[in-house]
């Protein structure tokens, strides 16, 4: 069983256009988490959940909207989809506390042309 | 504030060679502190943790020993394998579910 799955695997879309990207995990974990991942394989995080409330919410433009309907999914949604937005986007999960470490999806890589 | 810093790479070795990736970090209080590998195509496994100072981290033949005196995390191997060619990244956690990464160290195994 997939412990971090998310879909879709490729995104490839033109700018302007929107997309969204979901994740779910069956591990039981409280918090989840988007990292984008650019082409020189820099990870950066981008929104973090606990519990569906969000408490990492770094510099990211507003394009960029999270939603957690519920603990097990954290949705991505992009609007006005730009060039410099192509990369792999990752979901992970965490059940926090110290030493808890990071779950990851297998990444979605979206392609902006 | 917290950071870490990893070795550059691209680290490329012969098959069966000693592997060091040097990895410090900056903290406030007690981090844990782990190393992840990034397969081609795939997500970030855990590879191996440590939680307190002189703790070492092990698995799959990999070593990190958590030095609080030199704030410091270094994975070794003795002998890799091409299937070792990969990305490494150390990585922080403080309390409060915040990871902090390194930029990563491409491993290149030829055999």
């Known amino acids: 069983d997939t412990a971090v799955s998310q879909t879709p695997k490729y995104l490839v879309t033109q700018m302007g256009n929107d997309k969204s990207i979901k994740c779910e995990q069956n591990l039981g974990h409280d918090t989840m988490y988007w990292y984008k991942q650019d082409s020189k394989k820099f990870l950066k995080i981008m929104f973090s959940y606990n519990n569906k409330e969000l408490i990492i919410n770094e510099t990211v433009p507003n394009r960029f909207s999270p939603k957690s309907p519920d603990k097990a999914h954290l949705n991505l949604h992009i609007n006005s989809l730009e060039l410099g937005d192509s990369a792999v986007y990752f979901c992970?999960?965490?059940?926090?506390?110290?030493?808890?470490?990071?779950?990851f999806g297998n990444g979605t890589r979206l392609t902006v042309t | 504030g917290n950071s870490v810093t990893q070795m550059e790479g691209p680290v490329t070795l012969s098959e069966e060679a000693f592997l060091t990736i040097n990895c410090t970090y900056t903290?406030?209080?007690?981090?844990?502190l782990f190393w992840y590998v990034q397969y081609p195509g795939e997500g970030l496994q855990l590879l191996l943790k440590a939680t307190k100072a002189d703790d070492k981290g092990s698995n799959k033949g990999f070593e990190a020993t958590y030095r609080k005196e030199t704030t410091s995390f270094h994975l070794e191997k003795g002998s890799v394998q091409v299937s070792d060619s990969a990305v490494y990244f150390c990585?922080?956690?403080?309390?409060?579910?915040?990871?902090?990464f390194g930029t990563g160290t491409s491993l290149t195994v030829i055999p």
């Open positions: 990585a922080l956690a403080q309390t409060g579910n915040q990871f902090y």
């Open positions: 992970a999960s965490s059940q926090g506390g110290a030493g808890s470490p990071l779950h």
């Open positions: 903290a406030t209080g007690y981090p844990s």
